[in-house]
C-alpha cells in the first residue's frame, strides 16, 4: 500500500480508527483513493428548534424517481446532524463554482454560520441559500445506520433549478 506524500487527513477532523500506526496509514490511504472520485458539494440545512443549522457534505445522491427520494450521508459526529434529525426534515442546497467560501464556513465547526449569509424559506422552514444553483428540500423517511456515519434518505417535498452557472466541485481534496 503506498499514498500520496502530501496526503494528510484533516487536523481536528476525527476519524474513528484503531489507534496504531497501520490503522491510520490504511484510513489516509482510504481517503487518498475516495478522493480521486469528483463530488459535487452541497450544504445540508434545516431549522431545528434552535435555529437554522446547516452543513457541507460531498455524499448526496438522489436514490429513487417513484417516490422521489434523496439520500445524504452525515458523519455521526457532526454536530449539525443530530439537530436535523430532531427537525424531521432537510433541504439540499447544491453549490455553485465560486462558492467555495461558503462551503468552508458550513465545514467549519464555528458559532454561527448562517451570520451574514443570505437565505430564503424552502416549503419545510429549512434555509435556501442565495447563489445555490438547486434546492431539493425534503422530509426525513429514514435514516441506516452505515460504520460511524449514517445514511440519511429523504422523500422530496419540494425542488427547483435555481441558476445555470457551473457546479462546485472537490476532487483530490480541494475545490475545483
Not at 4 to 10: A, K, N
Amino acid at each position: 500500500m503506498h499514498g500520496h506524500p502530501d496526503f494528510e487527513l484533516r487536523p481536528g477532523e476525527p476519524v474513528d480508527v484503531a489507534d496504531s500506526v497501520a490503522a491510520r496509514v490504511r484510513a489516509r490511504y482510504f481517503r487518498e483513493v475516495m478522493g480521486e472520485f469528483a463530488t459535487g458539494v452541497v450544504i445540508v440545512t434545516a431549522q431545528a428548534s434552535e435555529g437554522p443549522v446547516g452543513m457541507t457534505c460531498q455524499t448526496f445522491s438522489s436514490v429513487s424517481l417513484d417516490p422521489p427520494l434523496v439520500s445524504f450521508i452525515p458523519a455521526r459526529t457532526s454536530r449539525s446532524w443530530p439537530l436535523m434529525r430532531a427537525a424531521g426534515h432537510f433541504c439540499v442546497n447544491v453549490l455553485a463554482a465560486g462558492q467555495e467560501e461558503l462551503a468552508t464556513v458550513f465545514a467549519s465547526k464555528g458559532a454561527d454560520k448562517f451570520a451574514g449569509i443570505e437565505w430564503r424559506t424552502a416549503e419545510s422552514g429549512a434555509p435556501v441559500l442565495a447563489g445555490a444553483l438547486a434546492y431539493i428540500d425534503c422530509t426525513l423517511e429514514v435514516v441506516h445506520p452505515a460504520g460511524d456515519h449514517d445514511i440519511a434518505i429523504g422523500l422530496v417535498r419540494a425542488l427547483s433549478s435555481c441558476s445555470d452557472a457551473e457546479p462546485l466541485l472537490y476532487h483530490r481534496g480541494a475545490f475545483r
